[in-house]
């Protein structure tokens, strides 16, 4: 699938989807790979697959060291 939910991308890369968001918030993702929806008061975030797992894994992989 093209889209991704924040809580999808936590499991396939080992964090939390909070912690995804944070990094949605940090601007550590491309504008081009994120769509931002308003759910409420807040907002619900949809990645892009591809691109998305891509740049998670980098930042668990920076976040280990």
């Known amino acids: 699938q093209e889209w991704i939910s924040t809580t999808k991308l936590g499991e ?19 504008k081009t790979s994120v769509k931002e929806r308003k759910r409420g008061k807040g907002f619900v975030y949809r990645l892009r697959t591809a691109q998305a797992v891509k740049v998670a894994n980098s930042l668990v992989v920076e976040e280990n060291k």
């Open 12 to 30: 396939l890369v080992g964090v939390s989807n909070r912690t995804i968001c944070n990094w949605i918030q940090a601007n550590k993702f491309p």
